[in-house]
């Protein structure tokens, strides 16, 4: 067994209600006592208690309803975000895999914003100028390189994101839901890229709705309810598991829906 | 820290915004000039033509100090959307904060650089010329100027997302800054008993120092040293909010 590259001893994290603040100075300065109060007691609770482990080379699936916490937890684990209790470990360098576009620039060319997302995720400029062929050629639409982004479909989004992310040799990989934009044949091509990853090591933790995508990928899976882990093991159980509740709850609104 | 990687990152991000800002538009370049020029054309219409304030050179004087305040005003009216603006990467990618107000005060300053030659051609036109003084007294200003700048901006920039109304507050602050600062009237037109005051704004001994230099080739020590001590306070200040409350950012957003 390896030794674990994500360690998350009891974590919690709760958020204060900004909405105190954002909702105005003028309500928060006439109603200054009041305001500090509620915002000292009323914090929301992202997560409760959650430890689990990742080991290197591994692959963890986090699945869960919309609010579970799956966001907060990659965001603990990329540290955009700190745990209220308990502590983290992170061994290695982390690379957020970004959402659609995200980090990217749509007046500016395919090549300038591949050279915008690798330095946005660590890399050298040198190094990103070293790699770009590799890049451009990896992501199937190099024609188009020269042509600002605003002019490509989504599809051609997501294969230049995930080419970048593909060529930065990170050591822990987030993914937060994106595989299922691109046609077929590239989707094909990021499995591919992935159990490449895999084969070499890299630890990755995918967090999905899909529950196909999961179970080809994932290793083992945590499922994450109300903010605090529901169950966590087998791939294959948890995902039966949580499939069977999805069931329940859904026949549960439909009973209520006729009564 | 500043590693090699935060240099490349700053720069790669300016080369964007200059890029994005001059692809754009055939007239890029035209267009972060004519900006304040117009106002300038306003202020000459409307003080030397219409109210006739005793001046010589008045649209020299005028474009003097609406350059260098350009820089300042421009940068801190865009810095409450700078995280704001980039929400998603804030959310997911663990890089430097400090470096996108940063680049919104660098990328300004070059605009000014670049409108230099624009003075150069009215002092042309009133016959005058450049003095050698320039070479030293603009980049001594200049790192005066972007220090102070950082640091408001890093204030507002990070201040903006848990308290919206900054956005509001700042460009009222900015409307105010500008007319409490001799900018489109001389120092010496302030009321004898207010001119103490001219001292507790923090822009306008930068500003009068700007407009000496441009005018007259000259850089007061006196004036130089209350510009860097309000610059290193902003700045430290700026610095010390940030510090404080840049972790939280990914909360908020």
Request: with cysteine.
């Amino acid at each position: 067994m390896s030794e674990p590259a994500v360690i998350f001893d009891n974590i919690s994290k709760s958020y204060p209600m900004y909405h105190h603040f954002t909702g105005g100075i003028k309500n928060f300065l006439f109603h200054l006592p009041k305001a500090l109060k509620s915002l000292r007691g009323s914090r929301y609770e992202a997560l409760r208690d959650i430890s689990f482990e990742v080991r290197k080379g591994e692959a963890l699936g986090i699945i869960g309803k919309n609010g579970a916490g799956k966001s907060t937890t990659l965001g603990l684990i990329a540290g955009v975000l700190k745990p209220t209790k308990g502590s983290i470990v992170v061994r290695g360098r982390t690379l957020p895999l970004l959402e659609l576009g995200g980090g990217f620039h749509p007046e500016l060319t395919g090549r300038e914003n591949i050279m915008l997302n690798g330095v946005l995720l660590g890399l050298l400029r040198a190094e990103v100028r070293k790699k770009m062929d590799e890049i451009i050629e990896f992501s199937g639409i190099s024609e188009f390189m020269d042509q600002p982004i605003r002019t490509y479909s989504s599809g051609m989004l997501a294969r230049l994101g995930f080419s970048v992310i593909a060529h930065l040799d990170p050591e822990i990989l987030l993914i937060d839901e994106i595989l299922a934009v691109g046609d077929l044949e590239f989707q094909q091509k990021c499995i591919e890229k992935m159990m490449d990853f895999k084969r070499n090591d890299v630890t990755i933790v995918f967090v999905s709705h899909s529950m196909g995508a999961v179970e080809m990928l994932c290793d083992r899976v945590v499922w994450i309810d109300d903010n605090a882990i529901r169950m966590s093991g087998n791939t294959k159980e948890v995902v039966k598991e949580f499939e069977k509740a999805e069931r329940n709850a859904e026949l549960l609104r439909y009973v209520k829906g006729n009564l | 820290m500043i590693t090699r990687h935060y240099i490349d990152f700053i720069v790669v991000l300016t080369q964007k915004e200059m890029k994005v800002r001059y692809k754009s538009s055939v007239l890029g370049y035209f267009w972060s000039i004519a900006h304040p020029l117009a106002f300038a054309l306003i202020f000459f219409i409307a003080f030397k033509i219409i109210m006739k304030i005793q001046m010589e050179n008045y649209a020299l004087f005028l474009i003097t100090g609406l350059f260098p305040w350009q820089w300042l005003a421009n940068s801190v009216n865009v810095s409450p959307m700078v995280f704001i603006g980039n929400a998603s990467m804030v959310k997911k990618v663990n890089f430097s904060r400090s470096a996108l107000p940063l680049v919104t005060v660098l990328q300004d300053g070059i605009h000014f650089v670049l409108s230099i030659p624009v003075i150069v051609l009215f002092m042309f036109v009133y016959h005058k010329s450049p003095s050698l003084s320039w070479l030293y007294g603009i980049p001594i200003l200049m790192g005066v100027q972007f220090m102070m700048t950082y640091g408001v901006c890093l204030v507002v920039s990070t201040i903006n997302p848990f308290f919206r109304d900054m956005e509001r507050l700042v460009s009222l602050f900015i409307m105010f800054m500008f007319y409490l600062t001799p900018i489109i009237y001389p120092e010496s037109m302030v009321p004898e008993r207010y001119k103490y005051l001219l001292n507790l704004n923090p822009v306008a001994p930068l500003m009068i120092s700007w407009r000496n230099l441009f005018l007259d080739g000259t850089l007061d020590a006196g004036l130089l040293t209350i510009s860097i001590s309000y610059s290193v306070a902003t700045f430290a200040f700026g610095y010390a909010v940030y510090k404080r409350l840049s972790w939280k950012l990914a909360e908020v957003l």
